[in-house]
């Protein structure tokens, strides 16, 4: 880990590395006080499903005329997502998170004391368009201040924010909405958030992204390139639509077909909630382990779960308790999914995280559209839960081809794509020094496994000279690379050394064009810049790495290289 490990052994206490423990990473409190938020935004998005009678009733419009309430929010964070991500590129995380709030509580009072349907619309959809770019950037600064081997925990507990909305929030709504009349409902998430903007802006660090700062936006859109992630988004709006086609109209579906009084709809929406949290949260656990397995296993059971709601009628108790299951299966799989969709965007992990808000808002907006006109069909109440199924069974597709994609990775070994397999374990050296063109005198050392969640590949650490001004050998396998990536320090420190020693490799500084490395070449990495560097696909490459020592000489990990950027770099010998 060149620079890294360098860096470690000028000060022990990295603040990457305190955060993350070989066996069970503790999650920083930033994750949790994300997770406040993620409540509050996907309570007001679903709370208008638990209260819609109540709001059709009072606005003077129809049930699929008010679910529509539903629909141009999710339209709102289709837009709003990727728009904002670009558009508060150059701001401090902590500040867009803020924002986001503020705008949050605005549009709910309007709402809240409004009447004509056209403004609440309105009202919804700039509300929407916050909430999304809130949902983008927690999702980011949460995956990388678990790194990379809690991203989707993290991830997860803050989509169990999400979830606890559906167990609390939701439901809490709809109790206050048949107690004092729906417009209480907006007047409390207008002052739950007044109370989450100060926890966000005293908690949040401000350099949480600091790195975004010098982040462009055509690095941002060179991301997009990444077949993975549009793979990844297609199933972030299958799933999502699938659910939420029929979770907009759960209220007239648990009382006209499946016969529940509407006094326990509120009930029956806490036992989805609770399902949707406890689902979230293992989904999650799983997820960074075997993200196949929860991305196909989720919509299998999904699907038959959506059959047995729309082909059920008058059986409350057997409704009930399908309802509660897809609370537990439906969207577990998504904390999953976006931290697939940041991992495959690479350098725009921004823009990756807010295309996957928009992909799952996509699919909620296209699912409540259809299921409105289902639900006005000859199918009635259970058309929701029919077009529910479709769009659920869909999400199939993506995930299984997501899923064969990382099994002939792990096969195939190193590859022009860039992906990369570890050689066998044995006679490692032998291996290395039996390449013609790699041939050093400096010791392979031990796997550098402390740092392996910063690394695509394996990497060796070899410390040759201890003190003051620690120099290591640090050996790459081919294919292998670390994260993009910054030191930091003062008083002179922070800067660090390159000395290629063996093979051939790459390194690149944010903005400029990769620079190949051969035996002999000497990089130096000014403290504060933003880089990457590692082996070329086909060569073993090695290193001498030293930071000067300073005051405050720290790493700062960020997201990996994307794989599709690095296969595009030239094989050994080829031209650059």
Partial sequence: ?????????????????????????????????????????????????????????????????????????????????????????????????????????????????????????????????????????????????????????????????????????????????????????????ATAASIAIVLVARLVPADAASAASSTSIRTELAGLRSGRLWLTLAACATTSGGVLATYSFISP????????????????????????????????????????????????????????????AGAPWATAVLVVLLGFFGLSANGVLIHLAVRAAGRAATLGSALAVSAFNAGTAVGTTVAGEALTSPLG?????????????????????????????????????????????????????????????????????????????QSYLAQLVSGSVPVSNVTFEPGCRNNWHIHHGTQGGGDQILLVTGGNGWYQAEGEEPVSLEPGAVIRVPAGTKHWHGAKVDSWFSHLAFITPGEEVRNEWLEPVADEVYGELPKNGENA
Avoid at 51 to 79: H, N, R, W
Avoid at 105 to 121: E, M, Q, Y
Avoid at 254 to 281: E, M, N, R, Y
């Fill in 1 to 189: 880990m060149t620079t890294d490990t360098s860096s470690v052994a000028v000060q022990p206490s990295d603040t990457s590395a305190a955060n993350t423990d070989a066996q069970s990473p503790r999650l920083p409190l930033v994750v949790y006080v994300l997770a406040l938020g993620t409540f509050l935004m996907l309570t007001t998005e679903f709370v208008v499903a638990g209260i819609l009678p109540e709001m059709s009733a009072d606005l003077g419009v129809s049930l699929p005329q008010a679910g529509m309430l539903i629909t141009v929010f999710a339209v709102g964070m289709i837009v709003g997502a990727p728009l904002m991500a670009m558009l508060t590129l150059r701001l401090s995380q902590r500040l867009t998170l803020v924002l986001a709030l503020a705008v949050f509580i605005i549009g709910h009072v309007i709402v809240a004391v409004g009447s004509d349907f056209t403004v609440l619309l309105a009202t919804r959809f700039v509300t929407a368009i916050a909430t999304g770019a809130f949902w983008a950037v927690s999702a980011v600064v949460a995956s990388r201040a678990a790194g990379r081997e809690a991203g989707a925990r993290a991830i997860g507990i803050v989509g169990a924010g999400g979830a606890l909305a559906t167990v609390l929030g939701v439901p809490l709504g709809a109790l206050i909405a048949q107690l004092v009349g729906w417009r209480g409902t907006f007047w409390a998430l």
């Fill in 253 to 312: 579906i648990l009382t006209d077909q499946a016969g529940v009084a509407a006094s326990l709809v509120p009930l029956v929406l806490t036992g989805f909630g609770v399902g949707s949290f406890t689902g979230t949260i293992l989904g999650g656990r799983f997820g960074d382990a075997r993200p196949g397995l929860v991305t196909i296993l989720t919509p299998a059971a999904t699907v038959f779960l959506l059959l047995g709601i729309s082909l059920i």
């Fill in 381 to 457: 109440t259970s058309g929701p839960a029919v077009v529910g199924t479709v769009i659920a069974a869909l999400t199939l597709v993506p995930t299984i081809t997501l899923a064969v994609l990382r099994r002939r990775q792990m096969i195939d070994g190193p590859t022009r794509a860039g992906f990369s397999c570890p050689a066998p374990e044995s006679n490692k050296e032998k291996q290395m020094n039996d390449d013609h063109e790699f041939d050093q005198i400096f010791p392979l050392g031990e796997k550098n496994d402390a740092y392996a969640q910063y690394f695509t590949g």
